[in-house]
């Protein structure tokens, strides 16, 4: 068991890296609360806690790397972490949530360059939706 805020974080990274994805993320919550997250181990958090269906934690640590982003004025970060905010909230039946998320990740992506992936991603919940009719 690790004893400390930096041998938490390496448990949770090491745990990350064997892809024992609910390991990784208690280890990243534990390391959270013991001395803050840096965003790259936000990410990591935000991605073994959707592998491992931990919704409300991915969704929370997803946040503070969206809100990380804005701060530093970087729409594409923004708009990716935005879209997948949205994206995952409409997957869990919270369309209205999810709805506002991917608004706010269109507003970002009207700030990058017209060859920006993320503007790909916003066209993904339309397809959902057309095949959903039968379009």
């Known amino acids: 068991m690790p004893e400390g805020p930096s041998e938490t974080i390496e448990a949770a990274r090491q745990a990350y890296q064997r892809g024992a994805w609910a390991d990784a993320t208690g280890l990243y919550l534990d390391a959270d609360a013991e001395a803050g997250l840096g965003i790259d181990d936000l990410e990591a958090l935000t991605w073994a806690a ?3 269906a ?3 934690e991915m969704l ?3 946040e503070r790397v969206y809100a990380c982003h804005v701060a ?3 729409h594409e ?3 990716r972490a935005a879209f997948w905010i949205g994206l995952r909230n409409m997957m869990i039946g919270e369309v209205g949530l999810g709805s506002g998320w991917l608004q706010r990740a269109a507003k970002h992506a009207e700030q990058t360059p017209s060859n920006c992936v993320q ?3 916003l066209l993904l919940p339309q397809i959902f939706m057309h095949r959903g009719k039968g379009v």
Do not use: P
């Open 77 to 79: 970060q923004a708009a």
């Open 119 to 121: 503007r790909g991603y």
């Open 60 to 62: 929370a640590a997803l």
């Open 54 to 56: 931990h919704d409300a």
């Open 50 to 52: 959707a592998i491992s």
């Open 72 to 74: 530093d004025e970087d």
